[in-house]
């Protein structure tokens, strides 16, 4: 399987968990806000300023929720942008060797002698010099 395609099951498969968990806490939201709107309009003890804050909350919390869905979809498809562009860089050198052919082996030509021999020229070995070295007498 290409890697640019497995990247991309990738982020699919993080993209659906997302959305699925979003919209899980979304129904979440949903009914919890319905609970306390029950609450509080048959409820004496909560005052109207108390209302008014309590209102100013859960729009304040279902804006934020909404800001962090379209901060994250951006940043999936940036993601995958980048991960595609990336993914076909890294496979153009490996396509390129798959699609090269293997050199075939040709017998031998003169050319190839010549460098054979030069070569083995090069690789003389030069002649060690003996040295000597006086040794030491032992005492016995």
Known sequence: MP????????LDFNKKAFDESFSVLITVREHTEKMVRAYWEKSLIF???GKKA???WLVAYKNGLDAFKEDVDRRFETMESYLLNAGDLTSLPLRAAAEKKAPVKKSS????????????AVRVRQPVKKVNVPRKKTAK
């Not at 890697?3 to 990738?10: E, V």
């Not at 030509?109 to 083995?120: E, M």
């Open 3 to 10: 890697s640019t395609a497995m990247m991309k099951q990738i």
């Open 47 to 49: 005052p109207g300023e």
């Open 54 to 56: 309590i209102e100013d």
């Open 109 to 120: 030509s003169p050319k190839k002698n010549k460098v054979v021999a030069a070569k083995k």
